[in-house]
T-cell receptor, first 111, second 114 residues
């Protein structure tokens, strides 16, 4: 099965700072790669995804590029806002539907 | 749109009690699953279903049972609760088993076993 190593948190930033959350994975074949976000008190929701090598997923100012050669899918945002405070999960998915989640990275953005 | 609905949102059980966590989706998704979320461990798959009448075990199935009699519902049963089952439980669904398919999650059930 797949496994994920995700940058440990918590991460605390000031508004407008640059955010990077590292994610590397091990997998059989070429999985699709997802970032899910969990806002306080809510379930997870899809933030972005990439389905093949060199694809870039983007949403809400966040970006991540599928790097097959380094088996990585690092999440970046150039200027964070207080509303970006959440827990972020990296998740590769094989074609058997099962998602493998990283431990999650808690991000807190201060005004 | 309701999406994935989980009930209850909070529950406290005594060791040895049984209960059922409910999960319903209104998107006509074939695939449904249960995860538990524990600090520092991400989400771990408990059981999943690829369609009505079909279920299978995930990574951490011990102590849990599931059934899938309809497309909409996928309840998770704890037969004899243990403190180790204290966790936040999430139900998820997706329309396909393909790896590029988005999963939709419920808001979670926070369970405490004392």
């Amino acid at each position: 099965g797949n496994s994920v190593t995700q940058m440990e948190g918590p991460v605390t930033l000031s508004e407008e700072a640059f955010l990077t959350i590292n994610c590397t994975y091990t997998a059989t074949g070429y999985p699709s790669l997802f970032w899910y976000v969990q806002y306080p008190g809510e379930g997870l929701q899809l933030l972005l995804k990439a389905t093949k090598a060199d694809d870039k997923g983007s949403n809400k100012g966040f970006e991540a590029t599928y790097r097959k050669e380094t088996t990585s899918f690092h999440l970046e945002k150039g200027s964070v806002q207080v509303s970006d405070s959440a827990v972020y999960f990296c998740a590769p998915a094989a074609n058997d539907y099962k998602l493998s989640f990283g431990a999650g990275t808690t991000v807190t953005v201060r005004a | 749109n309701a999406g994935v609905t989980q009930t209850p949102k909070f529950q406290v059980l005594k060791t040895g009690q049984s209960m059922t966590l409910q999960c319903a989706q209104d998107m006509n998704h074939e695939y449904m699953s249960w995860y538990r979320q524990d600090p520092g461990m991400g989400l771990r798959l408990i059981h999943y279903s690829v369609g009505a009448g079909i279920t299978d075990q995930g990574e951490v199935p011990n102590g849990y049972n599931v059934s899938r009699s309809t497309t909409e519902d996928f309840p998770l049963r704890l037969l004899s609760a243990a403190p180790s089952q204290t966790s936040v439980y999430f139900c998820a669904s997706s329309y396909s088993g393909r790896g590029d398919t988005e999963a939709f999650f419920g808001q979670g059930t926070r369970l405490t076993v004392v």
